[in-house]
């Protein structure tokens, strides 16, 4: 099974700030990596596919990088409404498909 | 408009078993993969079970191999998925995903909630 690990667990940014996540693999997930974000009570939602290309109706101030076992997803421009709990998601290999525990980006 | 609709859960006991459904539309339901995925309270996102679209390839979690069954019936555009032998674990809000045709989850439905306790 691939482990994903992603860090920090919380970010604390500021409005209008760069956030900067990651996401690390436990061997090689290629480009086979999603991202997704989740607000409270809500379902996830896809953000990223392909490590680096941005799902419909994604605004281009999330960008995501990396491949083999390194990824990052980043947010140019805070907004308020990008508070949320962001995952990350091998689809390299299955079963099973994996994801990260989880990181809680938060307003400082 | 692509939606998921997952229905089935509740409060269960220890041991009992439980199905969920999902009622997909808005897409042509037999080209997709599907999956269920599910969330503790207050935790991170698990991939339960997926199934292919004609039903020839399906995984499990080993959390719930043995113990719980994928089914799809693309007539009714709808998924399942039997839970057996329940344990306090598997409490969590249970939901429907949309495979992309590469196994990430483009849609989601809004969740069933499942609670196995005495």
């Known amino acids: 099974e691939i482990v994903m690990t992603q860090s920090p667990a919380t970010l604390s940014v500021s409005p209008g700030e760069r956030a900067t996540l990651s996401c690390r693999a436990s061997?090689?997930?290629?480009?086979?990596l999603a991202w997704y974000q989740q607000k409270p009570g809500q379902a996830p939602r896809l953000l990223i596919y392909?490590?680096?290309t941005r799902a419909t109706g994604i605004p281009a101030r999330f960008s995501g990088s990396g491949s083999g076992t390194e990824f990052t997803l980043t947010i140019s421009s805070l907004q308020s409404e990008d508070f949320a709990v962001y995952y990350c998601?091998?689809?390299?290999?299955?079963?099973?498909?994996?994801f990260g525990q989880g990181t809680k980006l938060e307003i400082k | 408009e692509v939606q998921l609709v997952e229905s089935g859960g509740g409060l269960v006991q220890p041991g009992r078993s439980l199905r969920l459904s999902c009622a997909a539309s808005g897409f042509t339901f037999d080209d997709y993969a599907m999956h269920w995925v599910r969330q503790a309270p207050g935790k991170g996102l698990e991939w339960v079970s997926g199934i292919s679209w004609n039903s020839g390839s399906i995984g499990y979690a080993d959390s719930v191999k043995g113990r719980f069954t994928i089914s799809r019936d693309n007539a009714k555009n709808s998924l399942y998925l039997q839970m057996n032998s329940l344990r306090a674990e598997d409490t969590a809000l249970y939901y429907c995903?949309?495979?992309?045709?590469?196994?990430?989850?483009?849609?989601w439905g809004q969740g069933t909630l499942v609670t196995v306790s005495s």
């Open positions: 998601q091998q689809y390299n290999n299955w079963p099973p498909l994996t």
């Open positions: 392909g490590a680096s």
């Open positions: 061997q090689s997930v290629s480009s086979n």
């Open positions: 995903a949309k495979d992309s045709e590469m196994y990430y989850f483009d849609y």
